[in-house]
């Protein structure tokens, strides 16, 4: 007999009643069972590659958990520290200040069953941004101009 | 005719042993019993050569049972000479039940229906499992 429990995590007493010619027999026999909780995932999808100073869209994906668990936040870290927390799944954006680099975004989720570090990863190369010749030019110096 | 004094408790569990004394008999006439038979009212008889504490299991309860005694002397077999009534219980059923001690949510848990222990001669027709979760599911055979 095969039964699946719809959420954990959880404790359940299975209890069998018999019946025969002498009618119904309750708890003939019972069984404790934990139910365990399993951590929920997140599909994170975005460019493999972006621009230093770029802007890079990140997007919160579906989340899959074999139990009825409800997602209510969405924490995104790049690295360093947790920079990002959003209430729903979706495009989300984020500007890398430098490159060239590696990051390994990672997507933790929170629930009824509390945090879920590392519900999904991403890596993405940040790609430095030759400077510009315009960049070198000088303005004219206003010392130039003046009377003292 | 001899009559017989017989003593026993009223009442018995399906499966258990019920002790019968068959004890003191009664004759008007100088006659000497030889033989003691016991009807024990489930369809089964003993025979017995001497009085005192015989013994018997009654197979199924919950069933009212009268047991009468016949005595068998020089004179010949003489039916009722003594009987008592008694009730046989029935015992509930307990049923052996194995399964892992923890299961993934979502995950399909196997129980298994084990071997179910009756004193009685009772057939299980029905297994309802009452899951712990507030479903119940109802099986016609045991088994996993």
Known sequence: MTHAYADGAASATITVALVDEDGLHAAAGTLGVTVLNVAPTLVLAGAATVDEGGVYTLTLGPVTDPGADTVVEWIRGLGRRHDGRVRRGGDVTHAYADGAATATITVALVDEDGLHSAAGTLGVTVVNVAPTSCSRVRRPSTRVASTR | ?144
């Open chain 2, 1 to 144: 005719m001899p009559i017989i004094v017989l003593a026993g408790d009223d009442s018995v569990f399906e499966g258990a042993t019920y002790a019968l004394m068959l004890g003191a008999v009664a004759d008007a006439g100088a006659d000497t019993v030889v033989e003691w038979i016991v009807r024990w009212g489930d369809g089964t008889t003993s025979t017995h050569d001497a009085g005192g504490e015989v013994t018997h299991v009654y197979a199924n309860g919950e069933a009212p049972r009268t047991i009468v005694v016949a005595l068998v002397d020089e004179d010949g077999t003489h039916d009722g000479a003594g009987a008592l009534s008694l009730t046989v219980f029935d015992v509930a059923p307990t049923i052996a039940l194995a399964g892992a001690a923890t299961v993934d949510e979502g995950a399909a848990y196997t129980l298994t229906l084990g071997a179910v222990t009756d004193p009685g001669t009772d057939t299980v027709v029905e297994w309802i499992v009452d899951w712990g979760d507030g479903t119940t599911d109802t099986y016609g055979a045991g088994g996993e």
